[in-house]
């Protein structure tokens, strides 16, 4: 049984930074793709981005692209979302979810029902 858990939210200033874990436990993220999404009340869960955990490939929604990074740690079997120059729109609760299937279909992997497993989410809130 694989269980995600996202850590690291919580509230933050317009321009201000946060960094968002998803820790993986019962399988470790040898092979597949993690993503990130985030959802509003009464709103679909969009796609943040994702990482390939075998080569490392990153893909982001525009939205984010060139202020939220994606990075893995091997050693804690960690995925991070670093999110600097955050703005109101942020606002959000913050998904991780994985799959296992390794292949890099960018894509297909801005879809929610692409992964297998998904964590509880976590809060993040940006002030104006």
């Known amino acids: 049984q694989v269980q995600l858990e996202e850590s690291g939210g919580g509230l933050v200033q317009a321009g201000g930074s946060l960094r968002l874990s998803c820790a993986a436990s019962?399988?470790?993220?040898?092979?597949?793709?993690v993503g990130w999404f985030r959802q509003n009340a009464g709103k679909e869960r969009a796609f943040v981005g994702v990482i390939n955990w075998n080569s490392g490939n990153t893909y982001y929604a525009d939205s984010v692209k060139g202020r939220f990074t994606i990075s893995r740690d091997g050693d804690k079997n960690v995925v991070y979302l670093e999110m600097n120059n955050l703005n109101p729109e942020d606002t959000a609760v913050y998904y991780c979810?994985?799959?296992?299937?390794?292949?890099?279909?960018?894509?297909?992997?801005?879809?929610?029902?692409?992964?297998?497993?998904w964590g509880q989410g976590t809060q993040v809130t940006v002030s104006s």
């Open positions: 019962g399988r470790t993220f040898s092979s597949g793709n």
């Open positions: 979810a994985a799959t296992f299937d390794s292949r890099w279909y960018t894509l297909r992997r801005t879809q929610t029902s692409s992964y297998d497993y």
